[in-house]
């Protein structure tokens, strides 16, 4: 069975920065994307804010262009998200997901973490 773990997530002032990492275990496609998503809390839509592909072609939600950067080390199974000049906006609970591409909607993943919690004050 695909295990996500979470980890990085922490308090922060704002300007701050965090990494985020995401170890996978036992995944069961021979290619496969990992994505980012992030979901504030009293919102049930979880929005994806970066993902990369088994090629390593990533993709960005506007809002976190310049200031995030995703990355995967595939020899040690491990999702990384560099996160600089932080947000109390990006204040959210932050999950790992996985799936053939890189979708833009959650549903269409099919793996995910339990989450990491990331908040910035002001």
């Known amino acids: 069975q695909v295990e996500l773990v979470e980890s990085g997530g922490d308090s922060v002032q704002a300007g701050g920065s965090l990494r985020l990492s995401c170890t996978v275990s036992r995944h069961t496609y021979d290619r496969y994307s990992l994505a980012w998503f992030r979901q504030v809390p009293g919102k049930e839509e979880r929005e994806r804010i970066a993902c990369v592909e088994s090629d390593g072609k990533t993709e960005y939600r506007d809002s976190v262009k310049g200031r995030f950067t995703v990355s995967r080390d595939n020899a040690k199974n491990t999702l990384f998200l560099e996160m600089n000049s932080l947000k109390p906006e990006d204040t959210a609970m932050y999950y790992c997901?996985?799936?053939?591409?890189?979708?833009?909607?959650?549903?269409?993943?099919?793996?995910w973490g339990q989450g990491t919690q990331v908040t910035v004050s002001s």
């Open positions: 997901a996985s799936d053939a591409l890189c979708w833009i909607l959650s549903n269409k993943y099919n793996f």
